[in-house]
């Protein structure tokens, strides 16, 4: 596997050697001595798998206790994935990482904890899996509004409407009035 930095360097895409013949493919996605030596040496506590159609748009969640690490990759289609530095006292605070990825490129992408995560489905199917560092509590999510202009996330909508949102994702909060991590 291969870790580059991201554009915000504790942001890490990961991409794994696929190895292919007549048969299909092969490739390991999580190999926790190579994941340390990369500097990713947090316990995975839960695995999650989300489905969505075409136009879907799920985040920007958080957890402002018990804050999750994420390894997200995608099983089917194609996504938006986006990542918001939510750390107050970084360099980076405010900032987004964003990049597509799909089950072509098998690519996985490591947010560490301290920030926010949504993505956008641009196939008309996609399956998201993703790891975690800290279990799901309910009482400690937090929702930061996916289109805060603050943010100058450039999402690749295909229409001028706004995309599919659940009433959680509609009530998300801008950058000035969220909860953010000291």
């Given at each position: 596997m291969?870790f580059t930095p991201?554009?915000?360097s504790?942001v890490?895409?990961?991409t794994?050697?696929?190895f292919r013949?007549?048969?299909g493919?092969?490739l390991?996605i999580?190999?926790?001595e190579?994941f340390a030596v990369?500097?990713i040496?947090?316990?995975f506590?839960q695995?999650n798998?989300?489905?969505s159609n075409?136009?879907v748009?799920?985040?920007?969640?958080?957890?402002?206790?018990?804050?999750?690490?994420?390894?997200i990759?995608?099983v089917?289609?194609?996504?938006y994935?986006?990542?918001v530095?939510?750390?107050?006292g970084?360099s980076?605070?405010?900032?987004?990482?964003?990049?597509?990825?799909s089950?072509q490129d098998?690519?996985q992408?490591?947010?560490?904890?301290?920030?926010?995560?949504?993505?956008?489905v641009?196939s008309?199917?996609a399956?998201?899996?993703?790891k975690v560092?800290?279990?799901?509590?309910?009482e400690w999510?937090?929702?930061l509004?996916w289109?805060?202009?603050?943010?100058?996330?450039?999402?690749p909508?295909e229409s001028?409407?706004?995309?599919?949102?659940s009433?959680n994702?509609l009530q998300g909060?801008?950058?000035?009035?969220a909860?953010v991590y000291e």
């Open positions: 291969q991201a554009e915000i504790d890490i895409i990961i794994p050697k696929i013949d007549h048969r493919d092969f390991e999580f190999r926790s190579e990369a500097g040496d947090l316990e506590v695995d798998h989300a489905g075409r136009g748009l799920r985040g920007l969640h958080y957890q402002i206790k018990q804050a999750q690490g994420k390894l990759r995608v089917t289609g194609e996504i994935d986006v990542a530095d939510l750390r107050k970084s980076t605070f405010g900032q987004s990482v964003c990049l597509k990825l089950d098998k690519k992408l490591w947010i560490p904890p301290g920030f926010a995560h949504g993505y956008y641009l008309d199917w399956e998201v899996s993703y560092t800290a279990y799901y509590t309910p999510e937090r929702t509004l289109n805060d202009p603050v943010l100058q996330i450039n999402w909508l001028p409407d706004h995309p599919l949102l009433n994702d909060l801008p950058l000035n009035k909860e």
